[in-house]
């Protein structure tokens, strides 16, 4: 058993050795490191927590100066209904009144020669609710576009109740066209143009277009045409076959009555993709609620080669420096250009391919021009080089519609009452000119044996390819020149003869002979 050492005697002391005081020290930096982590992490949260405070504190404010001013725009509509009720109800008694002098009046429509014979013409209808003679009218004068677009809104507002009466009038081809088989020229222009126009007609007189005075009625009418519009969409060949100006009057119609849905802002998505090429496309599609999606349908376009739309698209939203609009149609006119390239080594269009790659080269650069002018781009893309290109297309396609020297072998058309020359021949009302070296092999018919002789200025013929009968003198003559003397298969008639000329008979042939 050990000796227990005595505490009060004293002992040698232990050194502490080099490892044990490197240890001690990697303990003490490693503490160090973590409470310099720890302070680093709680500075962070608490500069986070800040920040966080900061922005609830600003949507707190926000939130509240919204809703001060959401009440006090309801504060100032429900004060303004008074108002509003006593201007409607004032204005329909003047209507009333207007009306029954229009319905008294004998002869209510005047010659429509000038704008104010056209307003005259449109407020009878109105003043009358004649939806289906207002409707003929307003389509049947396209020409005069700009008139109706500044007449309309004042004629629609004479009606008692104008959003009705729009929705009666271009009820004929909206939601669906019910014309049958008198279908033919497209409408959509002119629902355009009258849904554009009764907008004005149907703004609050007090506080603005913030309130439409529609009724709950018809807007829940233009709901279910809406729907209507929608299901019918199948039958049109679905979203990608839809005609743009269908795509356009629904898109006023929703915008016009207030009742866009944003659960189908995918389906306006898809519609405003589909014809984007439409000028007032961007605009509403902005109208429709669609501003947020706007970067990805300008990036669809530019990968469908649709950049001159986007070009648009980008200009409309404010998104000029994320799609710079130079580099867009640099790359579209690369893009005409090898369609046009294309075009011409299709060995489908091998007569036409010229002209139509001239064709599809020339849209391009007016387009590209046009934009540049409208977008005032002149300093970053100059337009001088497109138009040189341009006057070069042009000059290339005047040259090749110059008409050919007149050649030597110009017939002219019997007075006798032949047939017509072919389409391609020339315009001259009296001429024919071959488009051939030679006539075709077959040129005689079996019930007329006898063909005219040539003019005096060939040889004749000896007299045993006629046979005893002395040919007939022709009194339409042509250059000698350019009539070669070719080994026919029927020895007994010359190949080289007057076009349609007088037969032996002086009767018009019963055929057309076949040149192609």
């Known amino acids: 058993m050990g000796s227990v050492p005595n505490p009060g005697e004293l002992t040698e002391l232990t050194q502490p050795s080099f490892d044990e005081f490197q240890h001690q020290t990697s303990l003490m930096t490693g503490c160090t490191l973590m409470w310099k982590e720890l302070s680093d992490h709680i500075s962070s949260l608490e500069a986070n927590l800040m920040r966080q405070s900061e922005a609830l504190k600003r949507k707190i404010e926000a939130l509240d100066s919204e809703t001060k001013t959401s009440l006090d725009s309801l504060k100032k509509r429900e004060l303004s209904i008074d108002d509003s009720v006593k201007i409607a109800v004032n204005r329909v008694e003047l209507l009333k009144k207007d009306a029954l002098k229009t319905l008294n009046d004998d002869n209510p429509d005047g010659e429509v020669d000038n704008g104010d014979g056209l307003l005259q013409i449109l ?63 497209d409408l959509g222009w002119a629902c355009v143009l009258v849904l554009e126009s009764l907008i004005p007609a149907v703004v609050d007189p007090v506080i603005g277009k913030s309130r439409m005075l529609i009724t709950r009625s018809v807007k829940e009418k233009a709901k279910e045409i809406a729907e209507t519009w929608k299901r019918s969409l199948e ?24 009742i866009v849905n944003e659960e189908e802002l995918d389906l306006y998505r898809k519609l405003v993709i589909g014809s984007a090429w439409r000028k007032q496309m961007p605009k509403l599609a902005v109208s429709l609620g ?45 893009d005409a250009k090898k369609a046009a390239s294309s075009i011409l080594e299709d060995p489908n269009n091998a007569g036409r391919a010229a002209q139509l790659a001239a064709r599809k080269e020339q849209s391009a650069l007016r387009a590209v021009m046009k934009c540049i002018e409208e977008y005032k781009l002149e300093a970053e893309l100059p337009p001088e080089n497109l138009k040189k290109r341009l006057e070069q297309l042009e000059k290339t396609k005047t040259e090749k519609r110059k008409p050919a020297a007149v050649p030597a072998n110009k ?43 040539a003019v005096p200025a060939y040889p004749s013929p000896p007299p045993a390819m006629y046979g005893t009968q002395t040919p007939p003198t022709c009194p339409y003559m042509y250059s000698p020149e350019a009539a070669p003397q070719l080994a026919g298969s029927y020895p007994g008639a010359p190949m080289n003869y007057p076009a349609y000329g007088g037969y032996g008979n002086g009767i018009a042939p019963a055929y057309q002979q076949a040149y192609y």
């Open 123 to 185: 407020k009878s209808t109105c003043l009358r609710m004649e939806a289906k003679e207002f409707w003929n009218f307003v389509s049947g004068r396209k020409k005069d576009i700009e008139l109706l677009r500044e007449k309309i809104p004042e004629a629609l507002s004479e009606c008692i109740d104008p959003a009705k009466f729009v929705m009666e009038a271009i009820s004929e081809v909206f939601p669906v066209d019910k014309r049958g088989n008198e279908r033919g020229n």
């Open 235 to 258: 039958e049109r060949g679905g979203i990608d076959n839809v005609k743009t100006p269908d795509v356009h009057t629904f898109f006023q119609h929703l915008i016009t009555f207030g």
């Open 290 to 334: 669609l501003g947020d999606k706007m970067p990805d349908m300008i990036e669809e376009l530019i990968s469908k080669g649709q950049q001159l739309d986007a070009v648009h698209f980008t200009y409309e939203v404010g998104l000029v420096d994320r799609f710079p609009p130079v580099p867009l149609l640099k790359a579209f006119l690369k």
């Open 411 to 453: 017939r002219t058309r019997a007075s006798n009452g032949g047939p017509m020359p072919p389409a391609k021949a020339g315009r001259s009302t009296n001429a024919y000119v071959s488009s051939f070296a030679a006539p075709p092999s077959i040129v005689r018919s079996p019930s007329h044996p006898q063909y005219p002789a």
